[in-house]
């Protein structure tokens, strides 16, 4: 009984990890294979991922689906066992469908699954740059940062929230599923990244209550505060500080709502390179201003985060606090 139930766990992690599109090689298909002998559970497994309805309505890219297949039925084969026609008939018609015409502007979909309730789905771009921004993508911090705030969901409820450079808007569409804002008010100063937006609220919109989110176009190098909705008790970033030359225009806006409108911020960085962070944080002692603390990734297994992200090269991520000093 013990043993069914671990499988049963084991089955719907790999169901999980499957939606939100983590690599293959970190899909822990072993730990599967022993349960997939059953035929009635290759089908089980089949009717929660690439048969199900969410993978019909929002299918990934299809080399992905080819990739996870075959490493399924290889791994059957290499024990012996006979794979039902579902699968099989999955893998031949994955091997002869082709992603050849995507581009990069064609849209995948990242699915985060909760128990009995609608998936949270975030489409993005294929390509992490494109048309001339890298706010069509979702970033590694976006999903620590969403990850923090389910964990830290107290700390959001009853509050105004806003973000500053949302992008796709992983992180506020975690923060409006789990920690219950008062608001939330998405700000990018991109365009076409406020359209992408724009879809993926509507494709969560069952979730959420009107009047609570608001989406406004906020660049930093033109800021005007008085076209906010609300005033926000937090500010959010998440992968912000990437390019040297827009940090005075960020760290000026963030001044402004820390000193000005007593708001806590926090920002999520990946750390892809240490000058890039100390020409930050000189640009916050330009204006008076701090990481006050630091919380690095917890080490948690990837079947245990709601959010699971691998990212193709591997950074640490922090979420700072920023205060005046
Ligand atoms: C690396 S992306 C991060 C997107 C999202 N926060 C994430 O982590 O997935 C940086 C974001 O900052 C936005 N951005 C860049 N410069 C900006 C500016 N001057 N004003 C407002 N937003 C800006 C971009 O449009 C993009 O959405």
């Known amino acids: 009984m013990e043993n069914a139930l671990f499988d049963l766990i084991n089955l719907h992690n790999f169901s999980r990890l499957y939606h939100a599109r983590v690599p293959v090689n970190c899909l822990e298909i072993d730990s599967i294979i022993s349960e997939l002998k059953d035929p009635n559970t290759q089908i089980a497994l089949c009717n929660s991922t690439i048969s199900s309805s969410a993978d019909v309505k929002y299918p990934p890219r299809n080399d992905y689906r080819k990739r996870v297949l075959k490493a399924i039925t290889e791994k059957l084969e290499a024990t012996q066992t006979e794979i039902c026609t579902e699968l099989y008939e999955a893998v031949c018609a994955s091997m002869a469908a082709t992603d050849e015409n995507a581009n990069p502007t064609d849209i995948s979909h990242r699915l985060f699954l909760f128990d009995g309730a609608n998936p949270l789905v975030i489409g993005e771009n294929v390509h992490q740059l494109s048309e001339g921004t890298t706010g069509l993508s979702a970033w590694q911090a976006a999903f620590t940062m969403a990850e923090w705030a389910a964990q830290n969901a107290k700390m959001f409820a009853g509050k105004n929230v806003l973000e500053l450079g949302c992008g796709v808007g992983v992180t506020g569409l975690a923060v409006l599923r789990c ?103 000189h640009e916050l002692g330009q204006l008076g201003l701090t990481i006050s603390e630091e919380w690095k990734e917890e080490s948690t297994s990837l079947g245990e985060r709601m959010f699971p992200f691998i990212p193709s090269v591997q950074c640490e991520c922090v979420i700072q606090q920023i205060r005046a000093v």
């Open 179 to 281: 920690c219950r804002p008062m608001s939330y008010t998405f700000t990018d100063g991109n365009d076409k990244v406020l359209d992408r937006l724009r879809a993926n609220v509507s494709l969560n919109s069952a979730d959420f209550e009107p009047g609570r989110l608001f989406i406004e176009k906020l660049d930093w190098s033109d800021f005007d505060p008085y076209r906010l909705p609300t005033k926000p008790d937090i500010v959010l970033g998440s992968d912000l500080c990437f390019e040297p030359s827009l940090f005075p225009a960020l760290v000026s806006v963030l001044n402004y709502f820390i000193r000005r409108k007593k708001a806590e911020c926090f920002i999520a960085t990946t750390i892809r390179n240490e000058d890039t962070q100390g020409q930050f944080l």
